[in-house]
């Protein structure tokens, strides 16, 4: 019996084509990605690399309200946004805002979501996603739906959603991903493994020793990646992206990562349950750092470039906290009309009232 586990556990070791040096260790699976995209996979690390640092400062200001840090984790969010296709959609986690923005959330309302404004989530309607989940592992369920509508429409497009190691503890997890596979839904679960469920380490959540392996009791493909490969992050979903479109089914990537900042900004300290050496060691796996010694080997990468994304993220940035501050403050009577197609009487009793007060 010992033997069965040990047997599934091998079959997922983690895939990787660029290794912490920048070196490329997987010739064969190489993606198939011109200089041009090569370059602008880098620019969109950087870019959201600064807008996360940005973010934790407008949010120290006050002047944003919930955020979930994104750095470290560049390879694993934006590899796999990517390779989708404009059409897709995307069922994120409260982490994954930056795939909304690259799949063209404005900025600005990135900022009123965080702001706790309405209009943050009021998506352009080219722009195919749900709002970001809270509820761990609800996406999950709510993705095999997703997947199934796209199926059930002739669509050739896929579903794909983002939870955390934690969320693979939810009860969720397992439905979506069962149902998903029972369909052959045009589905694809990310798995970004960080290590933490806020201070709960991987170890404690699971006996499991790779969660890329929860797959295989739902009868579909698994893989476990490194999460800080962004080549081997796009070449993952691209693969899963092509079997999901041909009738293949659903795809489980588990993306080994990490957070380098606290868990929300929220008053989460890292240091009370990671360790300076665990921290160090993940360092000096930086997705952006790697990929730019890669880019740099092949002279397609320069200081220049480096400095352009950074300024042009910075521009962007102060342009959309303004719109975003402009916005008009949002009212009692938005957030009730903006919950239910028809109100209940009751509300329509309270609706007035604060259309009265708001008159004033
Ligand atoms: C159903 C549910 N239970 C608990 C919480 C509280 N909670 C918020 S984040 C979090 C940890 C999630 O960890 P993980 O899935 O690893 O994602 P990460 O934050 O590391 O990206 C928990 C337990 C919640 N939001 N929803
Ligand atoms: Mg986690």
Redesign the pocket.
């Known amino acids: 019996m010992k033997q069965v586990l040990e047997n599934i556990e091998s079959q997922f070791e983690m895939f990787q084509i660029l290794d912490e040096n920048g070196k490329i260790v997987n010739k064969d699976d190489m993606p198939d990605l011109s200089d041009d995209e090569l370059k602008e996979i880098m620019r969109r690390m950087v870019y959201t690399r600064i807008l996360d640092q940005r973010s934790t400062a407008l949010n120290r200001q006050g002047r944003l309200g919930f955020y ?1 840090p994104t750095a470290g984790q560049e390879a694993s969010q934006l590899g796999s946004q990517f390779a989708l296709e404009k059409e897709d959609f995307i069922l994120p ?1 409260y ?1 994954d805002v930056p795939q909304l923005i690259w799949q063209g959330l404005p900025l600005y309302q990135a900022f009123l979501f965080s702001k706790g404004h309405f209009h943050g989530n009021q998506y352009p309607d080219e722009l195919r996603a749900l709002s970001p989940q ?4 609800a996406q999950y369920v709510q993705t095999a739906g997703v997947a199934l509508g796209i199926k059930k429409r002739g669509n050739k497009n896929v579903a794909i959603t983002y ?5 693979t503890s ?1 009860g969720d997890f397992y439905e979506g991903i069962n149902f998903a596979g029972a369909y052959k839904a045009p589905a694809i679960f990310v798995v ?1 493994n ?1 290590r ?3 201070s709960v380490p991987v170890e404690k959540q699971t006996n499991a020793k790779t969660l890329a392996q929860k797959a295989v009791a739902a009868g579909i493909e698994g893989i476990q990646v490194d999460g800080m490969d962004v080549l081997a992050v796009y070449a993952a979903t691209k693969f899963a992206r092509e079997r999901a479109v041909n009738g293949e089914g659903p795809t489980l990537i588990e993306t080994l990562t990490y ?1 380098f900042g606290p ?1 929300t900004l929220s008053g989460d300290d890292p240091t009370r349950y990671r360790t300076e050496d665990m921290d160090n060691e993940w360092e000096k796996k930086d997705p952006i750092v790697r990929f730019r010694t890669y880019l740099e080997s092949k002279k397609l990468w320069s200081e220049e470039d480096e400095n352009n994304a950074i300024e042009q993220a910075k521009e962007d940035i102060k342009k959309a906290i303004k719109q975003a501050e402009e916005q008009p403050k949002q009212k009692v009577t938005d957030l009730i009309a903006n919950m239910y197609e028809e109100l209940p009487t009751h509300l329509q009793e309270q609706n007035e009232i604060y259309k009265e007060k708001e008159s004033k």
């Open positions: 979930a986690g982490r809270i509820i761990i592992g939870t955390g190691d934690g969320g939810q970004q960080n933490f469920a806020i957070r868990h």
